[in-house]
């Protein structure tokens, strides 16, 4: 789902791969269902977009699990 950053009620916290060089900045922000909110940390008050919280577990686990390494 796709949604306006502003219109969640979440407590945004930025990626620890991001930095104050301008480079890639994601935040996220977990909702009170489990969902995870993601946005550019650049344009706080732009789009967001909501990963249901069982597709966002299933993302996490490919990530620690190396399917996303170049």
Not at 30 to 57: E, L, Q, T
């Amino acid at each position: 789902m796709h949604t306006r950053a502003d219109d969640l009620q979440v407590n945004w916290f930025r990626s620890s791969y991001s930095n104050d060089q301008g480079g890639a900045c994601v935040e996220g922000g977990r909702m009170p269902n489990g969902s995870m909110a993601v946005r550019d940390s650049k344009i706080p008050h732009g789009a967001a977009f909501v990963v249901p919280a069982d597709s966002w577990a299933q993302f996490i686990a490919s990530v620690n699990n190396g399917h996303f390494s170049a």
